[in-house]
């Protein structure tokens, strides 16, 4: 098993894998997931188009292959090339998951973190690299089939991330459950923790919702052994998110934050954002159509030919263009979208990773 690093966490006798969690398109880069690997939490690098985030800060153009290996790379700089630096994939962007999972490897990636779909056949593609393999998941039964089919490779999950239903991005639930009692993260821990315990105990890190040092002392107490934190990390100076998301982040109050499936994001899961993005409101209101000119999104059909899975019957918005412009790396002028978890309504300014360090951690370096 490879391990992941865990961190003097106060009020806690036992040190805790704290993962900044994977953020696309463009919000956790090198920049971000460097500063946070410097202070001995993982930090994540998104895979998402990371072809165009490498160009705007390199100036040339890259394969998916070469931008993962080169963004990998920075973070690693940027975190004294010492730092556990992981890249987040998602299985459903067919196109450049394998290449960016291989890419990822060539730069000296520390660990995979790959949710939206699960990742099955994820032993095989890494081979034999001594790095951590961390599914996402939001229940034990998703986890239990991981472990079964992973069996068949000699491996295990070096840890996994439980995603409960308060997380930003996608949500791994159907619309209607998202706030049942039976679906709150509490809920979900006990079973997953048991199918983790019963395939060689490995760690269980939970995500969503998860804010301060006391969440992270009362998850610890429980049984957890460790947290992923996005939308704290997107409020922050190291973050790719735009400013207008960052003021957005801000502003944003309890009642400015929904799941939205209609009009939805093409992956076809429900979606947590701020109803008041412009580019959701201009979908609201079907003011822009779907052109689908940057093709993140393709998969192959049936017939053979590569599609969006924005064109297969979802009232989708164009997720690529929205989540580009929310990251200013549009060179086209489409409106943002803003991800957030339901945390963002309690952020009130944004900090550089070492201020949210010291906060989430009460421990100066
Ligand atoms: C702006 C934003 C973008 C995200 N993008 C991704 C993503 O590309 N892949 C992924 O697996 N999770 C994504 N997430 C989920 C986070 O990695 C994390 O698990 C989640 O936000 C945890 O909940 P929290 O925001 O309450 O801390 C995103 C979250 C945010 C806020």
Request: with cysteine; hydrophobic share 45%.
């Amino acid at each position: 098993m490879v391990e992941l690093p865990k961190i003097a966490v106060r009020g806690l006798d036992r040190g805790v894998i704290l993962i900044q969690g994977g953020m696309g398109a463009g919000v956790s880069l090198a920049r971000l997931a460097g500063a946070v690997a410097l202070r001995g939490g993982v930090g994540t690098v998104s895979f998402i188009a990371l072809d165009r985030m490498v160009e705007r800060r390199t100036g040339f153009k890259v394969s998916h292959r070469e931008a993962a290996k080169l963004e990998i790379e920075e973070a690693r700089r940027l975190s004294g090339n010492n730092g556990v630096v992981a890249i987040n994939c998602m299985v459903l962007i067919e196109k450049t998951y394998i290449p960016s999972i291989e890419g990822a490897i060539e730069g000296g990636v520390n660990a995979i973190i790959a949710g939206a779909g699960l990742p099955m056949t994820l032993p095989e593609i890494v081979g034999d690299a001594q790095i951590a393999l961390v599914p996402i998941i939001s229940s034990g039964r998703a986890l239990e089939l991981i472990c079964r089919r992973w069996s068949r490779y000699g491996r295990m999950p070096d840890a996994v991330v439980l995603e409960g239903p308060l997380a930003g991005g996608h949500l791994g639930f159907n619309v209607e459950d998202i706030s049942k009692p039976e679906f709150r993260l509490e809920e979900l821990f006990g079973p997953v923790k048991e199918v983790a315990q019963k395939n060689g105990d490995f760690p269980v890190v939970v995500a969503g919702g998860i804010y301060a040092r006391e969440d992270i002392v009362r998850w610890m107490n429980v049984g957890a052994d460790g947290v992923q934190i996005g939308t704290r990390f997107a409020a922050t100076d190291e973050s790719g998110a735009s400013e207008e998301f960052k003021r957005a982040i801000v502003a944003a109050r309890e009642e400015d934050i929904e799941v939205v499936t209609n009009p939805g994001s093409p992956a076809g899961m429900p979606f947590r954002i701020i109803k008041s993005s412009p580019g959701y409101q201009q979908a609201l209101s079907r003011g822009r159509p779907l052109l689908c000119d940057k093709q993140y999104l393709l998969h192959g059909g049936e017939d053979g030919r590569m599609t969006c899975l924005a064109l297969e019957g979802y009232e989708a918005f164009c997720i690529c263009n929205a989540l580009l412009s929310a990251a200013d790396s549009n060179d086209t002028s489409d409106l943002p979208i803003f991800t957030v978890g339901t945390n963002a309504s309690r952020v009130d300014r944004i900090l550089s990773v070492d201020e949210l360090m010291d906060e989430l951690t009460g421990v100066m370096p």
